[in-house]
């Protein structure tokens, strides 16, 4: 897979940056969870790409490892 390529497209789509990681070098926080589920962004339900609509966070969890 070609990740400069990558990156370089989603640069060229308005990305601030872009770099690969291994997906065990993230940190998961239980707290973003809580911050959705309390709202602060205004959007809690109208997105697919986030609580609820995404599923556990257990799950998510272990399918990005």
Do not use: T
Not at 31 to 54: F, K, T
Request: hydrophobic share 35%; glycine share 10%; with cysteine.
């Amino acid at each position: 897979m070609d990740f400069d390529a990558i990156c370089g497209k989603a640069e060229d789509l308005g990305a601030h940056r872009c770099r690969v990681m291994d997906a065990g070098d993230i940190v998961f926080e239980p707290e973003l969870v809580d911050a959705c589920r309390q709202n602060y962004c205004g959007n809690y339900g109208r997105n697919w790409m986030c609580p609820p609509s995404v599923g556990e966070p257990s799950a998510l969890i272990e399918k990005a490892r």
